[in-house]
């Protein structure tokens, strides 16, 4: 099956009650049994069954399902958020005192995130760019995990998954990456040798831009070694699944961050026109790419275009693809709102992965709680635009940009 026959007919497609072709939305918050034991089986774990919205809910199990076939894991578990999600696959694993290497270009919440995590005991050293030779000077006897978007937002370098996974498996941690800005449409992380995958579904997943969510995936490949992974310590006996046991029973559950049903239902709809989608996407964001690239005066990152910094890695791991977000730098910060201001079809607002393409300047609203020097690493500068292609047609989006740049004014 290729990508979009399995988006419709994987194995975790199933013919729904009343023959339903898509999940029936449980809106509830509980389940009811006919019976105490029956109740006590399903709380013990021991028969199939739903007790509570925040512990496991069939339509968010629906979505869990897909998204995991899509991504060739273990299994699946469905948050309120991409933030919640990123959250919880490092705090799955991590005690007061360990440390996570993380490369510089993150998206801006999760480096302010890794700041939160300081006061609970949890350090993060930070690479420039997120390679096998800038890491490896950063591991110590601390260190638990390696932590790094595929494709970084905005910095747009690509990240080599095999040398980053193999080098943090020569170390004994495992490798998280955040794979939002690629989605399975791209690349499989877990293919490659990442041992624990998270997405905002808020973004491509869903696809409309109607809700906000987030999903940890696990391979359920990775060895721990449950001497130095304090963590899941009570999990010795499920071997390599006790990452995902301990999610899913213990911390994911505790913490009360479920994904509410009528996202689910709308992430499985969005999902369904995924691989449609972001082949739309990443064409018109290679055109837009090369079509700004030959204005003078401005710089345009996208890993199509030569001599960018993911080119390289996006030939070999992405098919030469580059996902759907391009930024481009005019020379002041005056110039880019100016530019931002004059734009007919590109939406001004944050979030990334709609149907509609938006645009924001990355330096006055996402990296607002950041350092001059966190701004730097992340490629975050005062006349940078970033732009998240849509749906729409090349043209008119190559118009519309062109248009606003050439008649931008500098104050
Ligand atoms: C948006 C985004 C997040 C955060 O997701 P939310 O759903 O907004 O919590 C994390 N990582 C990346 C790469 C993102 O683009």
Known sequence: MHFNTQLLHGKAVKKYAEGATLPPISQVSAFQYDSAEEQDRVFHHKAAGFAYSRVANPTV???EQRINEMEGGNAAVACSSGMFAITLSLLNMLC???EI???GGLYGGSIDLFEDLTKFGITTRYAKHMTAEEIEPLFSDRTRVVYGEIISNPSLEVMD???VSELAHAHGVPLIVDSTTATPFLVNPIALGAD???HSTTKYINGSGN???GVIIDSAKFDWDFDRFRALDGYRKFANLAYTIRLRTDIWENMGGCMAPMTAFLNVVGLETLGLR???ICDNAAKLASALSKIPGITVNHPTLPG????EMAQKELDGRGGGVLTFRVGSRERAFSVINRLKYAVRATSLGDTRTLVIHPYSTLYIRSTEEQRGTAGVYDDLIRVSVGIEDAEDLIGDFTEAITHAEDQ
């Open 161 to 163: 998954v095999r040398a």
């Open 211 to 213: 809700s906000i969510g």
């Open 101 to 103: 290497i993380a490369g």
């Open 61 to 63: 199990a629906s979505f």
């Open 196 to 198: 624990v995958v998270v």
């Open 96 to 98: 007061a005192g360990d």
């Open 308 to 311: 960018c910094p993911g080119y």
């Open 278 to 280: 972001m082949e739309r």
